[in-house]
């Protein structure tokens, strides 16, 4: 086996104090959004005013981190100018890169030539090196965040056959379909992470404590019904519960979480350059026990050391947890 | 994640039996002190600020009404069968939702062990939850601000209270890593 290469440990932050924490916890690099529909986790309270996110820029860089910001919606007709002007911000604060994966966006975004590193977001679900390359080539992206469908040999095959970095997942919820052209919270609730930057819109959420179980609606409709003392998922259909036939249960997948930290030397082999947590939603304790963990493990890894196995449970969907597709297990 | 302690109940009793009307007046100071200490804490909040909240300790005789209004925040104890309407209510151990507070906990992670139970608007819970989580507050900190030009004086006695009534009851009142910490 060759020496390990080094790795970024790139983490989530839905607030400014997440971001402190996980800049303090060990991160390399944040990503993080507006607090708008311009990035895929628009959820009420959280992300980025203008001011903070100009002083989280200067906090993250005084720490030696890099801040990547998502803008990886997809403009509808007529409200280009709020992702454009988004980018443009972006380059005034001196963020480190924009995350973005609409077409349009990543065409102005490349001809503003403003300084800004361009990654491809995972709503771009470029899954293939033909893909990876048409981006690269275009628009001069520097990194592709890899669909979580792929295995560790896929990923290997295409990091040989492209010149471009890629990021992975490596730890937190778990998004089982085609990332940026999943419909599901669309046909439940009209909205979608996609145009309004909300899978599964709190808006949308009903929950109702019922003789000890907890039922769960989604645009009305019931889609889980969990008995005491089970584990609650997040109320999105692809965790949901339903009958096919004689079958009854979790149709899509179960609800449990990525984590991915034992195949942190595969990944590096594989040539990975950077791993991403999950979970920009979630609060500064989830962050700073999250990045801690890897970031330890990263550096035990760089040090020839056997990576610890953190126990990271408690904090996930499900309270389980999976290596996802980069091992196929799956039924 | 470690069991979430739970109010003695030696402790719920004597609250069963304490007037409402002494907590309800220094709840309302707290609030009111709350949106002199941290108007980003409203801010964040933006029109779900509008709503109202029923918090909901379990292990408690009472609950609490929160308004977050961003011009006159008002926070009161009520007994649990005299709430009232609500349009969120966000309910679980004392401990758990101090611990929300301070940053000891994930909200998630509460949820999905069913330590945390949330009923009603959805939204407004939400930006609840990521708004005080912004907020990096200390509880403990904010009581000694209630003695306005004398908070500084009043600052140790309600760190060493509040360890003491961690040891009592379980339920920590500070940050964790703070402790008695100025």
Known sequence: MTAPRSIELICPAGTPAALRGAVEAGAHAVYCGFNDETNARNFPGLNFSREEMA?????????????????????????????SKAVDDCARFGADAVILADLGLLDYAARRDCGLRLHLSVQAAAANADAINFYARTFGV????????????????????????????????????????????????????????ACSPASHVEYREAGGHLVSRLGGFAINRVAAGQPAPYPTLCKGVFEAGDYKGHVFEDPVSLDAAALIPQLNEAGVTALKIEGRQRSRAYTEAVVRSFRRALDDHAAGRPIAAGDLRALTEGQQTTSGAYRKTWR | MNAIPQLPPMGAAALRLAPLAPLSFVAARFARSL?????????????????????????????????????????EAVRREAAGSWDARVAGPLAALIGLVHGAYDGDALFFSRDLVIEGDTSAVLALRNAIDNEEMDLAHEAA?????????????????????????????TRPGQGTRE
């Open chain 1, 55 to 83: 002083e989280a820029i200067k906090f993250a860089h005084n720490h030696g981190a890099k801040v990547l910001v998502a803008l990886n919606t997809f403009p509808r007709a007529g409200t280009f100018w709020r992702w």
């Open chain 1, 142 to 197: 520097k990194r592709v965040v890899l669909p979580r469908v792929l295995t560790v040999q896929e990923i290997a095959a295409i990091n040989r056959e492209i010149d471009a970095e890629t990021e992975v997942f490596i730890f937190g919820g778990l998004c089982v379909m085609a990332e940026g052209r999943c419909s599901l919270s669309s046909y439940a609730t009209g909205k979608s992470p996609n145009m309004n930057g």
């Open chain 2, 35 to 75: 949106g002199r200490r941290h108007p980003a804490l409203f801010a964040r909040l933006g029109e779900e600020a509008d709503k109202i909240f029923l918090i909901d300790p379990t292990d408690l005789p009472l609950a609490f009404r929160l308004l977050p209004r961003p011009e006159a925040p008002r926070l």
């Open chain 2, 145 to 173: 601000a209630l003695f306005g030009p004398f908070e500084s004086l009043a600052r140790r006695p309600a760190l060493e209270l509040a360890a003491f009534a961690a040891r009592w009851t379980g339920v920590a009142l």
